[in-house]
């Protein structure tokens, strides 16, 4: 019998406890042990909650007691579970994790820590999909070339309800927030950091890097307009808040950041509030991964299978997924050395120059132009969307600061970079 200590008894943590209750039989049987989910821990005693195992409000009880098998951590934060798991850890106890923020900043940490005892996370990237088992088990074999997801399933929704049904940005955040998709503060979200935490994650298992979210490229929704998507209609674009790492020599790119996807890549129609993930390997090529990201039973399921494995393993396997250095020593790419395309969005006076002024300024800057659209927005402005041919990220920030004080653009412009 293994026995198991639920560490944040909120709903991810009841549908664990419920989930092996209620499957029991079936878990056993692939388990080949019974697993017993024996006691949570809460900070609240006075709060319902829908389980059936004991509850306390002390975490040493559970730490202590040599009975328990494996600490499940679902409270979330980053310092204060970071303390507990590395107390699990010196204790002998496995350790399954829901927590990206923790990852994003610690994995490297906890795998030292770790070291043969079981520590599992398959939970905290992407939810019911299956992704860090395919990255560091079945797709082991392989050199991952790039990895580009849409793993933030409240800015999928948002974004795939302005393409689809015109609704603007304010509007649709609303309607997240009342719908529970989205906190009341949701920035966390909208900002990028929770798909950057998730990349990190993800990338880490891929390149063996180590970086912290302030070392990447993390840009949010928060300014896409209704000319942006009226641009992504007209050039058979969706938009879609993308986490991209990509194999660049010796370098790797890391950023999230909303982009322009052609619509006919498969990426492209993950809509709602799925998530979905395209891993490219150098033997098996592209693999893509779909499913739900957030939500009680489908991230318990992963939480679950974790359980399992610790079950028919007995010792962990490495928690990065690299048994030995292989001697690739890749470095994360500075964010002003990426290169992709770009779409610019720059109100300007509608008059004679204009466009041969703006035109120099993006030539002194080694940006040619491939796609362009005029809107009116007044009886003096216009609206100017441009595509440009593929750019690095430094010039382009240099023209965007050009443009800005260029004296015929109106307003701040605003970038969105283009992936094809």
Do not use: W
Request: proline residues 3%; glycine residues 8%; contains cysteine.
């Amino acid at each position: 019998m293994l026995k198991i200590a639920i560490i944040g008894v909120g709903t991810v943590g009841a549908s664990v406890a419920n989930i092996l209750k209620d499957n029991k039989a079936i878990i056993r049987a692939r388990a080949g042990i019974e697993i017993v989910p024996t006691i949570g821990v809460v900070s609240d005693l006075n709060k319902k909650r829908d389980v059936t195992i004991e509850l306390t409000d002390d975490i040493d009880r559970v730490l202590e007691d040599d009975s328990i098998d494996i600490i499940v951590e679902l409270m979330g934060g980053i310092d204060k579970p970071y303390e507990i798991i590395k107390k699990a850890l010196s204790k002998g106890k496995s350790v399954v994790t829901a927590n990206k923020a923790l990852l994003a900043y610690h994995r490297y940490d906890l795998e030292k820590l770790a070291g043969d005892i079981p520590f599992e996370y398959e939970a905290a990237v992407a939810g019911g999909i299956p992704i860090i088992n395919a990255l560091r088990d079945g797709l082991s074999a392989n050199n991952i070339e790039s990895i580009r997801g849409i793993l933030n399933g409240t800015c999928n929704y948002m974004l795939t309800r302005m393409i689809n049904d015109g609704v603007d940005y304010d509007a649709i955040l609303k309607e997240s927030q009342e719908l529970g998709y989205a906190e009341a503060d949701p920035t966390f979200d909208v900002g990028g950091f929770d798909a950057a935490h998730k990349l990190l994650i993800l990338a880490s298992i891929a390149y063996d890097v180590d970086a912290k979210p302030e070392d990447i490229l993390i840009e949010g929704i928060q300014n896409i307009s209704s000319e942006d998507i009226e641009f992504a209609n007209e050039f058979n674009y969706s938009i879609k808040l993308l986490t991209i790492a990509k194999k660049v020599g010796k370098q790797v790119e890391l950023r999230v950041h909303p982009a322009f996807i052609s619509n006919d890549q498969m990426i492209a129609k993950v809509d709602g509030v799925m998530n979905g993930i395209s891993v490219i390997g150098d033997k098996v090529g592209e693999t893509m991964y779909y499913g739900p990201g957030a939500g009680g039973d489908a991230t318990a399921s992963a939480v679950i299978a974790n359980i399992i494995d610790i079950a028919r393993r007995g010792k962990g396997a490495p928690m990065l997924g690299f048994e030995f250095d292989h001697n690739e020593n890749l470095t994360v790419m500075p964010k002003d050395q990426i290169e992709t395309k770009y779409y610019l969005r720059l109100r300007v006076e509608d008059k004679v120059g204009v466009l041969a002024k703006l035109a120099t300024i993006l030539g002194e800057n080694d940006i040619s132009i491939e796609k362009m659209m005029q809107k009116p927005y007044n009886k003096t402005c216009a609206h100017l969307l441009l595509a440009t041919h593929t750019s690095i990220e430094k010039n382009i920030k240099k023209a965007l600061s050009q443009l800005e004080n260029s004296g015929v653009v109106t307003t701040k412009p605003v970038m969105i970079r283009i992936e094809d």
